[in-house]
């Protein structure tokens, strides 16, 4: 059996199964980069399950009628009686009227995760869908048939309304979709693999739009990536505390027992461990006493995300493994509950929480990089970290990197600003008071890139700066501890800076490294 190697989690499986397991960020972010596959368990009594809750549905429809979104219109609109005869339209015309997203696209790997996300929150067995409309999903999985998802029109409550009605719509053939690369007609690559548009059942659009499907999947994903920053960023700290001549002592043991917030204390370990073994001995003789605040306190920045991390994984993970449309179908009480399960107000709070932890890494190693290119703080490096052997007259190294860093930390911070506090009242004020989930989790994903780039240029950085040192002699392969493996990987691709030359080319590629983990944390 494969083991999929993914944000330093094994997971010893090669398919994940909703409906069966429990999805977790590294599964459905394993699936999402299809390092994993996904398909809907086969069981039987994970079918009987599922029957189960449609054939209650049909029943409390015969006997009792009165249920939200299948025999009323839809939100304000509730008071509106839909007769029998109109029970499939009122479906049909909800994703529909709901196709008015705006913006850029989701990337593959997001939709890919919202699909298996929906899927996965379908197969709790209480919405009152059928077993066919969760093989349709399965289809598109397994097919990797792509709705294309605006990602601007949801306001986190009643869901994802909007950008879900584009996979709902896609299932009935109505959306365009890309498939083996192409964008086309869903109703045509449907005909093209033999497979007839879906037919909704009853309540069955609602159930796939009604809850917070995308913006649970845009949260998870960027919770993987910040994890991997927050790694990356301690590695980057131990070598920029190399190649500024730094006091390893900022980072010991003794000290973070003192103030034990595990996270902080692991952020300093990570650090330490990159150091030479020898740093707070002889081997390497600080410049100063103390260093200044981006380093010495790295571990206190840092650490943050590994103290919160439990927390936010949580909320996270249970929001992917619930029950959230409305109303919720209870075949096992018997009962139709009206409620708000699709509020989206624990992956708002997470992801503003994350956001504001994420884009403070970036503003950590903007720090960092700003003491590098300086030499009034860089300890005897070069101005701008120029390698040039003519003249530092006409050749400014990374200067123009450095502005660059500060321009993506700042956007970075300035898209902190808490989401949640931004609630609307929309709908003729049936959605009074909404989440703003799918926005905060936008925003995360955002800040994630811009401190992606912040961190490919700091390691850049990092890696000039340290080649510097080791060519002049000031430095030894083996005063690079196990930050050496790092300076390898770095090395086995960018030629160190001497004379000016454009870096974007080198920086989109360490960026793009970045997001396939590629450089030892």
Same mark, same amino acid.
């Given at each position: 059996m494969n083991e999929i190697k993914v944000n330093a989690v094994k997971l010893n499986q090669e398919t994940l199964e909703p409906g069966h397991d429990r999805l977790t960020i590294e599964s459905l972010t394993a699936a999402a980069k299809k390092q994993i596959g996904a398909r809907l368990c086969p069981s039987a009594e994970f079918e009987a399950k599922i029957e189960a809750g449609a054939a209650f549905l049909d029943q409390a429809l015969a006997e009792h009628g009165g249920i939200y979104g299948v025999t009323t219109g839809y939100g304000d609109s509730c008071t509106e009686v839909v007769t029998p005869d109109h029970y499939r339209d009122l479906p049909v015309n909800l994703t529909r009227y709901h196709g008015c997203g705006m913006g850029a696209f989701f990337d593959d790997e997001t939709v890919r995760a919202v699909m298996i996300v929906r899927l996965n929150t379908l197969s709790r067995g209480f919405s009152g869908v059928s077993m066919e409309l969760l093989r349709c999903i399965d289809f598109f999985i397994a097919h990797d048939i792509l709705p294309l998802i605006p990602q601007e029109g949801s306001v986190g409550a009643s869901g994802d309304l909007t950008p879900l009605s584009y996979l709902a719509g896609a299932l009935i053939g109505e959306r365009q979709v890309l498939y083996q690369g192409k964008v086309r007609p869903a109703a045509e690559v449907l005909a093209d693999l033999g497979k007839r548009p879906y037919q909704f059942r009853p309540k069955e659009a609602i159930a796939i739009m009604n809850g917070t499907?995308?913006?649970?999947?845009?949260?998870?994903? +960027? =919770?993987?990536?910040?994890?991997?920053?927050?790694?990356?960023?301690?590695?980057? $700290?131990?070598?920029?505390?190399?190649?500024?001549?730094?006091?390893?002592?900022?980072?010991? %043991?003794?000290?973070?027992?003192?103030? @034990?917030?595990?996270?902080?204390?692991?952020?300093?370990?990570?650090?330490?461990?990159?150091? @030479?073994?020898?740093? &707070?001995?002889?081997?390497?003789?600080?410049?100063?006493?103390?260093?200044?605040?981006?380093?010495?306190?790295?571990?206190?920045?840092?650490?943050?995300? /590994?103290?919160? %991390?439990?927390?936010?994984?949580?909320?996270?993970?249970?929001?992917? #493994?619930?029950?959230? *449309? #409305?109303?919720?179908?209870?075949?096992?009480?018997?009962?139709?509950?009206?409620?708000?399960?699709? /509020?989206?107000?624990?992956?708002? =709070?997470?992801? *503003?929480?994350?956001?504001?932890? $994420?884009?403070?890494?970036? *503003?950590?190693?903007?720090?960092?990089?700003?003491?590098?290119?300086?030499? %009034? /703080?860089?300890?005897?490096? @070069?101005?701008?970290?120029?390698?040039?052997?003519?003249?530092?007259? /006409? #050749?400014?190294?990374?200067?123009?990197?450095?502005?660059?860093?500060?321009?993506?930390?700042?956007?970075?911070?300035?898209?902190?600003?808490? +989401?949640?506090? =931004?609630?609307?009242?929309? &709908?003729?004020?049936?959605?009074?008071?909404?989440?703003?989930?799918?926005?905060?989790?936008? *925003?995360?994903?955002?800040?994630? &890139?811009?401190?992606?780039?912040?961190?490919?240029?700091?390691?850049?950085?990092? =890696?000039q700066a340290l080649d510097l040192r080791l060519k002049k002699g000031e430095l030894k392969p083996e005063n690079l501890g196990s930050a050496e493996k790092t300076y390898r990987e770095v090395a086995a691709f960018f030629t160190p800076l001497e004379d000016d030359r454009p870096l974007d080319e080198d920086l989109r590629k360490t960026v793009e490294l970045i997001g396939e983990r590629h450089f030892s944390v």
């Open positions: 499907a995308v913006m649970n999947a845009v949260a998870a994903l +960027a =919770f993987s990536r910040a994890e991997y920053l927050a790694d990356l960023s301690c590695r980057i $700290t131990a070598m920029n505390s190399i190649a500024l001549k730094g006091n390893a002592y900022h980072f010991n %043991k003794r000290l973070f027992e003192l103030k @034990p917030h595990p996270g902080q204390a692991l952020a300093a370990e990570k650090i330490r461990s990159a150091l @030479p073994a020898e740093a &707070e001995s002889a081997g390497i003789i600080p410049a100063r006493i103390q260093d200044p605040y981006s380093i010495r306190c790295a571990p206190h920045v840092i650490g943050l995300f /590994y103290d919160m %991390k439990d927390t936010l994984r949580a909320f996270i993970e249970t929001e992917m #493994n619930s029950a959230n *449309d #409305n109303p919720v179908i209870d075949p096992e009480t018997r009962s139709v509950y009206h409620g708000g399960h699709f /509020y989206g107000g624990h992956i708002c =709070f997470a992801m *503003d929480s994350l956001k504001n932890i $994420t884009a403070n890494l970036a *503003d950590l190693v903007d720090r960092q990089l700003a003491l590098m290119v300086d030499t %009034k /703080y860089s300890r005897g490096l @070069p101005p701008n970290l120029s390698g040039t052997r003519t003249s530092f007259a /006409y #050749n400014h190294g990374f200067k123009a990197v450095q502005i660059a860093v500060s321009a993506w930390t700042a956007e970075a911070l300035k898209n902190t600003m808490p +989401a949640s506090v =931004f609630s609307r009242s929309t &709908e003729c004020h049936n959605q009074d008071k909404v989440s703003m989930g799918t926005i905060a989790a936008r *925003d995360c994903a955002r800040i994630n &890139e811009l401190t992606a780039q912040v961190m490919a240029a700091s390691l850049l950085a990092a =890696f």
